[in-house]
């Protein structure tokens, strides 16, 4: 099958001038997981059996995406979040988390389907997850949205964020582009759900050479001036980093001036990247910023910091 090549809706050709840059970008979901799921499964010939689990999981999330899409019900709580916020949205609470069953039912779901692709270990973690209450699994919840995530197990952590973001990145695009305010450029989380970013994209096509922040929760891009640190908004110490040639398709942006740096990916090279896959076989470069003194500005729930 041939994907299409962009889970990003082209522009509007219809529309006559040059365009303004767009504040926000939402994706069509089944596309993204689609994609998704192709790259993991081409990185994993060289990268290893975790990059197959991925994208076994990113399979789940467009099954469940496609047979239990949100009603605007169900997105009430999330959409109510959206709103609460003078300049961010509100982190959900604990009891939120607890009363919306929509992602603990997907969650349980990514269990049963994935649990005999693990070691017997994991899987009786995985297996002993779903027996939570939903007090218990919202406590899990909120300890991954306060970057506690020493507080949850790896292994039922990156499924109870894949939960989440199925849900959260439906909700956001029920709202849709011309409700939110995206007052949070450049800042170093999304402006619909407030998660941090996985990473930054260089796109191609339509949009050639602009930015856009991926969020590593509701799958939201947001435009990020380049050049100019995402933290602290400096621009005179900005440094790009790499392993290979000046044109690599995959860079660390730092910042001399806050310490921060943030991986960008560089899609106008390598249209087929995707920045949750294509950031897991590049840690080798996170490592060497690392050492260096300099932070993430992000995450990748793949892969949560121990």
């Known amino acids: 099958m041939t994907l299409p090549f962009s889970d990003i809706a082209p522009l509007d050709k219809s529309v006559p001038g040059v365009q303004p840059i767009e504040a926000l970008i939402l994706p069509r979901l089944p596309v993204l997981y689609a994609k998704r799921a192709a ?42 979040l959206m709103g609460a916020g ?12 607890a009363t919306t069953p929509y992602w603990h039912a997907a969650f349980k779901h990514f ?41 949850v197990d790896a292994g039922v952590a990156v499924l109870l964020w894949a939960a989440l973001s199925v849900y959260w990145a439906q909700a956001v695009a029920l709202v849709g582009v011309q409700k939110h305010t995206a007052q949070a450029h450049n ?7 407030g998660a941090p970013p996985v990473g930054g994209l260089v796109l191609t096509g339509d949009r050639e050479g602009l930015r856009y922040l991926q ?19 400096a621009t005179q110490h900005i ?24 991986k960008i990916f560089r899609q106008d090279r390598d249209p087929q990247q995707d ?32």
Request: charged share 20%.
């Open 239 to 262: 440094d790009y980093w790499t392993f290979e040639k000046t044109d690599a398709p995959i860079q660390i942006e730092t910042c001399g001036d806050c310490h921060s740096y943030l």
């Open 215 to 233: 969020c590593s929760l509701c799958e939201t891009r947001w435009h990020a001036v380049r050049a100019t640190c995402v933290v602290c908004h």
């Open 39 to 80: 790259r993991l499964r081409m990185l994993a010939e060289h990268n290893g059996a975790y990059l197959e689990f991925l994208a076994s999981l990113v399979e789940a999330q467009k099954f469940w995406l496609e047979q239990h899409p949100i009603t605007p019900e169900q997105a009430m709580p999330v959409t109510a």
């Open 111 to 151: 269990v049963h389907t994935l649990a005999p692709l693990v070691s017997e270990h994991v899987a009786s973690k995985l297996e002993a997850a779903v027996h939570d209450t939903p007090e218990q699994l919202a406590a899990k919840a909120a300890a991954l949205f306060n970057q506690d995530y020493a507080a």
């Open 187 to 193: 800042e170093a989380s999304c402006p619909c759900c």
């Open 86 to 97: 003078a300049l961010a949205p509100v982190k959900p609470t604990q009891q939120l988390l």
């Open 275 to 306: 920045a949750l896959a294509d950031d897991l076989v590049s840690q080798t470069l996170d490592e060497a910023l690392e050492a260096q003194g300099f932070a993430r500005a992000g995450i990748n729930p793949f892969s949560f910091p121990s």
